[in-house]
Each structure stands twice: as C-alpha cells, then as structure tokens.
C-alpha cells in the first residue's frame, strides 16, 4: 500500500528526518494560509499516489500569494494522469546544492532489507537500475543486527558527501531503518534527498509503501487501503479475489495466480485482450464465484468470459453452481466459455452443461471456441 | 496426504491437544509431538497468515529440518527473518505460499491434486501453484512423468529458491532434466539464468515464465508477482536464460516438445 507524500513526511518527520516546512491544503484558502505561514516563494505539489506527477504538471511553484491560490485551485480540480488531485501539499523552496537518491527496500536475493544510494537524485529509480548501474551503491542489512552507523560512512564516501553531512546522514539512514521495522514497509525512498549549504540534508520527496501482508498490524492505515483501486478493484477486494483491471474486452477468471497470469498470455497468443485478472484462489464457494462472475457479466467492457480452472482444493462442481447462479441472475448476455480440470470435474462439467455452458478439457480448445464466438 | 502414503505421525493445533484426526494423533505443541514420536523429518504449516510465524519459529527450535509452509499472506518481515534464521541453522523452508512438494508415487507433503503427477525423471521448481498443476499434466499428456516437484511459492522472500532447488536436482539420480516455471517480479530467474552459465556439469532445463501481458507496478495476485522499481519484467527473465541456453516457451502446451528437444542435446 502506497502512502502520500504528505502521510510518508509526517511519519518520517517525527523519526528526526529533516523535511522542507509545509502544510496540506485541500482548498485554494487553505494554500493560501499555508504558504503565508510557510513564506514565499512556495513550490505547491499534488498529491498523488501515480507515478511521473512532475512531468505530468503536478508540481508548481508560486512567489506570490495569487499564484498560490491560482495554481493550487488548478491542481485542486485537476487529474494527474487519471488520478484526482483532493490534496495538494505547499512547502518552502529549499535552496538544493546537490540531489541524491536514497532508499531503503527489499532485496529478494539475499533476504535482506537493502540501501539504494546514487549520487544521480532526481532520477527515476527504474533508469538507473536499468541505465547507470555503476551510480547505484547497494549496501545489504543483516535482518538480526540491523543498520550499523558505519553503513553512512561508507555511502557519505561514495557519495562524496561533505564531512559536515556525515552525522545527519547516519541519523537519516538510521531512522529509515526504524521507519521500515516499524511501519512494516518494503520501500522508504528520498528522491530527491537534498544536499544544502552547511551541510544540512533535506527529503525533499517521500515516498512509503507498506507490505500489504501487515497491514492488519496496522488499524489506523487498513481503512486506507482502497484508496489505490479502481471501483473494480475494490469490489473484488471486498469480495475476496485478487483482481487488476487490464485493458482488453474479454473477461478472465481462474484459480491460482500463476495459471490467471498464464492464462491471459495464452489467450494474448490468439489475438484476444483480457479484460482484467481475476484469481478466485483456492478453495473458492460458489459463492464467491458467483461475485466473481457478476462483476464481470456487469462490467461495461467486458464483451465474454474464458473461465480456466484447474481444481486441486478448488472443487468444480462449487465452480460451476457459481457461474449458473451469476448467468441466471444476470442473463446470457455475454457468451462464457468454461475450461474446467480437476476435483469433481464430472459433476461441475455436468451442471454447466445443463444451461448451455460450453465446457473444455483443453485450454486452447476453449481459447479457439472462444474466439470463434467473437469473429461469428 | 495420508492417502497417498505419506507418513504422518502427528498434527500440532493448540487447543486440540488428545484429538485424533484420521488415526493421526493431535498434540497442543510440537514439542509434545517430538517428544512422544521422536525427531521428525519434516512439518507442514497450514496456519493462517497472522499465526503462522509463530509456527515456523516452532518448528524450528523443535529441530524440524525440513518445513512447508502452505500459508499465504505472511508478513513481509516475518519471512524475511524466518528464512534468513533457517539459513544459518541449515534447515530448508519450502515456500511461504506453496502448494507443497511431492516426489510422485512416494511422497506428498502439499495440496497439489495427485492425479495430475506420474513418477518420471523431470524435476519441476515453480513459483506458481496451479500453473504447475497445468504443467504437470501436459507432460503427463506426451508420456512423461516427475521426479520431484517443488512449490517454491508465490511471495517475495522464498525459502528454497530456484538454484538451491536445482542444485537438489543436480544431485538426484532421478532428475535428467529440469522444468522451471516463473513469474513476473524481482529476478529469481534471472539470477538462475546467470548461475546455470557459471556451470560445467548440468542437466537441461526448458522454462516457462507467466505474466508477460502483466502492466507494470501491479501486484498479480501473489505477493512476489509485481513489477517495480526496475525489475522483474517478463522480457528481463525470457532474454537471460534464453541467452544461457535456455528453452523458454511461450505457452504450456508447448513444454513436451521443448523438453523431446532439450533431451536431445543432452
């Protein structure tokens, strides 16, 4: 789950991480007052959860109190790259020597919380795992002894960091350990970290993302959860499945995140697009294939359904008394085809078979069906 | 489990404690459960996400130096010492969020439908649960069977992964070749890819990577399955172990034939 900026300066502030004076305005008035208590110039940025919001205009900069209000009411009913902007954030201009990156992630490999350090801030992360590797320090913590003061003497090196910055940098990288712990987070990331005059390092962007998997241990940000996801998306959450909106006109529902996914490449292979991604999991009630099926048969862009299962928990017969419950409640109005495998196939294939479902042992079988409907 | 042979001599569920479920006597502890039956080889965890844990720490002070953690939804951190603590203490956690392990005709310690596995000499290592099931069923389709087959699971931080499980392979008189199937998100296959090269003596592998028409910075459905911050895309895995030598496939159906020609190289 992705946190604000606003919400990732607040928690990173009360950990002595040093961050630019500002305030969040959810009304022109209320940017208005901000960057008077703030003082001008102010540089007034959307709040947004979407990537590239710089590039897309979502950071402006005012030096009188009318622009603030100007730009702040434009941000303010504006989207950013479809996102809507409820929420912009007005801080002080800080006067930047130099940028770094810096972040605190996961890596996979090693099993270890990871430091991330360039001396090419500003510049996405993507780029430069991808295109300046050699600008990228990557310093390992060991998960049971945790972040040791000297990893910042090592980055302050690399980075050839001012002796004046050591210390605030040892407390930074310090608090972002203790930030991660704390917060359960996979990323804690500063791009930019701000190098200023005197010394003085300033986060000048913040980004937190907690691991999805801890957010019960969290009340306070649980509720905040949906905020990420399309209407769509956030049905099906409630409902229980995995769900990712994709762009295509064909609906896809399977069991099994791997076979969802291989699925929508397969169908991918004969020309068809999928819809979205929807994995009912295992195990999956009747019930709750029902719902799966509904959100589908009463999305607007969804022209027919390819159901995949592969049941080993899952049984076919709960499958197939969902997708008959969902048709007779909703109607035929989308054509479904059923590709169905595994526990209690016979029964399930019979029960589909029963209102006219055609039903498949072969993927590729349904997959050609499928696509016959649609060219017919 | 037990069906299909596999030697279950106790179930550990507190609170249950004196139960018995299908003749398998149920303890409150695992220590209990070692105590009453000695050391066991291996522990299956089926706990739910916010206990489980606490159930992989038991199992390991307990001795167990084989454990299946079938759960998914495991917080991030907890795996991430979990598994590192297991490293040092040399015992070997298959998963979190796997369907299990099975060596066919012999042993089941997972969910996976048992119909859908023949004993053969193919080792399979997957990152996914069904998708293995698909796998395993295409190859019963052209005659062919498994050695053994390992859920390395769907989550970020794995227990065993792709080269360790390989390794294993390598070992095996059982295993002349090996099916890998991954996933989008992080760089699990292409840090095989790399180690595979760095090999002189190996046996064939023929892969197959799901989430190519996956948009990136969405998680799919497992927790490991997102692409972000660089890496982890589809086109990153097929390139580096196509470039070690590598057959990628580009859908399930057409493993048999990848295999036949892996085969024929050997």
């Given at each position: 789950m992705k946190l604000y900026e606003y919400e990732a300066k607040e928690i990173v502030s009360k950990y002595g991480i040093p961050v630019p004076k500002g305030r969040v305005a959810s009304n022109p008035d209320e940017a208005r007052s901000a960057a008077l208590e703030i003082g001008l110039p102010v540089v007034i940025k959307s709040q947004v959860l979407v990537g590239g919001r710089g590039l897309a205009g979502g950071i402006r900069f005012a030096s009188a109190l009318e622009e603030v209000v100007r730009e702040a009411s434009e941000l303010l009913s504006s989207e950013i790259k479809g996102e809507k902007v409820e929420k912009i954030l007005v801080e002080e201009m800080i006067r930047v020597e130099r940028e770094i990156y810096l972040s605190l992630t996961i890596d996979r490999y090693s099993r270890t919380p990871i430091y991330l350090i360039s001396?090419?801030?500003?510049?996405d992360i993507e780029k430069l795992v991808k295109e300046h590797p050699d600008k990228l320090l990557k310093l390992n913590v060991n998960p049971f002894t945790g972040y040791k003061s000297f990893y910042s003497r090592v980055a302050a090196r690399f980075l050839e960091l001012?002796?004046?910055s050591l210390n605030t940098l040892d407390l930074i990288m310090g608090a972002m350990y203790r930030v991660m712990l704390d917060y359960d987070a996979e990323l804690v990331e500063f791009n930019p970290l701000a190098l200023v005059k005197g010394g003085g390092l300033v986060a000048l962007d913040a980004k937190l993302i907690i691991d999805d998997n801890s957010l019960w241990k969290h009340p306070g940000l649980v509720e905040k959860?949906?905020?990420?996801?399309s209407f769509y998306e956030k049905k099906a959450r409630e409902l229980g499945f995995s769900y990712v909106e994709l762009t295509g006109d064909v609906g896809i529902i399977a069991n099994g995140a791997g076979l969802t996914m291989a699925t929508m490449d397969t169908i991918s292979l004969y020309g068809i697009k999928p819809a979205n991604f929807l994995d009912v999991g295992g195990g999956a009630s009747a019930d709750k294939v029902y719902e799966a099926v509904k959100l589908l048969l009463e999305h607007?862009?969804?022209k027919a359904l390819l159901i995949n299962i592969f049941g080993g928990i899952t049984r076919c017969d709960e499958i197939a008394r969902g997708v008959v419950r969902a048709l007779q409640t909703i109607g035929f109005s989308k054509p479904i085809v059923v590709r169905m495998l595994g526990t209690n196939e016979e029964e399930g294939r019979r029960i589909l078979n029963e209102k006219g479902v055609q039903v498949f042992s072969e993927l590729e079988d349904a997959i050609r069906s499928l696509k016959e409907m649609l060219e017919g | 489990m037990l069906e299909y042979g596999?030697?279950?001599?106790a179930g550990v569920t507190p609170g249950k404690g004196g139960q018995t479920v299908h003749g398998v006597p149920v303890y409150d502890t695992v220590k209990e459960a070692v105590d009453k039956?000695?050391?066991?080889?291996a522990s299956i965890i089926f706990v739910p996400s916010r206990f489980a844990t606490e159930a992989v720490y038991e199992a390991l002070e307990n001795g167990i130096k084989v454990i299946v953690v079938i759960t998914e939804g495991i917080p991030l951190h907890d795996e991430l010492k979990f598994v590192n603590l297991a490293k040092t203490l040399g015992v070997s956690v298959i998963g979190p969020n796997t369907p299990g392990v099975i060596s066919p005709n012999e042993c089941k310690l997972g969910?996976?439908?048992?119909?859908v596995f023949n004993k053969g000499f193919i080792g399979i290592v997957s990152r996914s649960g069904t998708l293995t099931y698909e796998v395993a069923r295409e190859l019963g389709k052209s005659g062919f069977g498994e050695s053994t087959v390992v859920g390395?699971?769907?989550?970020?931080?794995?227990?065993?992964n792709f080269i360790e499980v390989y390794d294993m392979f390598l070992e095996?008189?059982?295993?002349?070749l090996v099916i890998l199937i991954g996933e989008i998100g992080g760089d699990a296959e292409e840090r095989f890819a790399n180690y595979y090269c760095s090999l002189s003596k190996r046996k064939p592998v023929v892969a197959y990577i799901a989430g190519k028409t996956a948009p990136p910075g969405?998680?799919?459905?497992?927790?490991?399955?997102i692409i972000s911050m660089g890496i982890g895309d589809y086109y990153s895995k097929r390139k580096a172990l196509e470039e070690a030598g590598i057959i990628v496939v580009?859908?399930?159906?057409?493993i048999p034939g990848a295999v036949k020609l892996a085969l024929k190289h050997v």
């Open positions: 001396t090419l801030g500003g510049v001012p002796f004046e959860y949906s905020r990420e996801l607007p862009r969804v | 596999t030697r279950i001599v039956h000695g050391v066991v080889d969910i996976m439908p048992s119909h390395i699971g769907g989550d970020p931080i794995t227990g065993l095996d008189p059982e295993t002349k969405k998680r799919m459905g497992h927790a490991g399955a580009d859908k399930p159906s057409e």
